[in-house]
T-cell receptor, first 114, second 114 residues
Framework: GENVEQHPSTLSVQEGDSAVIKCTYS??????FPWYKQELGKRPQLIID?????GEKKDQRIAVTLNKTAKHFSLHITETQPEDSAVYFC?????????????FGPGTRLSVLP | DGGITQSPKYLFRKEGQNVTLSCEQN?????MYWYRQDPGQGLRLIYY???????QKGDIAEGYSVSREKKESFPLTVTSAQKNPTAFYLC?????????????FGPGTRLLVL
């Protein structure tokens, strides 16, 4: 089955710097890759996603890149702000005729230092 | 944040006791999911349901049971067979079981063992 690894597990950056989180997946059939942000004590919320037919997607300060050949995708946050501090989860969805089963990475705790 | 709710926010279980976590959604979503979240780990799928009166085991279904008698409700029972139930439980829903549909999460229930 699909296996998703995520690095780093913790990341501290100074406010205004960029942050990059990388995920690798094992199933070449996976074709949808969402990123979720979970603030302390709150529910995960989708912040950006990418499908396998594109290599990059951007939404203001957040971007995601996908390398299907290498089977990895990355989240890029530019001009980080204290409110970006949270745990970020990546996920991959393997092709499944019986419905979707997200496989999540273990998460990255991002701390933005003022 | 509305649309999908979970109760209670905190739940305490005594040894040998079954407890039931509630998940309700008014989004008219067909698919619903239960995840378990442990510190330092990603979200792991317990059970999912693509439609009323249907549900499938996820990766860690042992010691859990579910029902889907109504479209808007997907309760999870943590049975006495689950030997390590302490965790944060998240319910999610999506419009349908088609791949790549966004999942929306509830606020979560934290289960603690007395």
């Amino acid at each position: 089955g699909e296996n998703v690894e995520q690095h780093p597990s913790t990341l501290s950056v100074q406010e205004g710097d960029s942050a990059v989180i990388k995920c690798t997946y094992s199933d070449s059939a996976s074709n949808y890759f969402p990123w979720y942000k979970q603030e302390l004590g709150k529910r995960p919320q989708l912040i950006i996603d990418i499908r396998s037919n594109v290599g990059e997607k951007k939404d203001q300060r957040i971007a995601v890149t996908l390398n299907k050949t290498a089977k990895h995708f990355s989240l890029h946050i530019t001009e980080t702000q204290p409110e970006d501090s949270a745990v970020y989860f990546c996920a991959a969805i393997p092709f499944d005729n019986y419905g979707q089963n997200f496989v999540f990475g273990p998460g990255t705790r991002l701390s933005v230092l003022p | 944040d509305g649309g999908i709710t979970q109760s209670p926010k905190y739940l305490f279980r005594k040894e040998g006791q079954n407890v039931t976590l509630s998940c309700e959604q008014n989004l008219n979503h067909d698919a619903m999911y239960w995840y378990r979240q442990d510190p330092g780990q990603g979200l792991r799928l317990i059970y999912y349901s693509q439609i009323v009166n249907d549900f499938q085991k996820g990766d860690i279904a042992e010691g859990y049971s579910v029902s889907r008698e109504k479209k808007e409700s997907f309760p999870l029972t943590v049975t006495s067979a689950q030997k390590n139930p302490t965790a944060f439980y998240l319910c999610a829903s999506s419009i349908s079981n088609r791949p790549q549909e966004t999942q929306y999460f509830g606020p979560g229930t934290r289960l603690l063992v007395l």
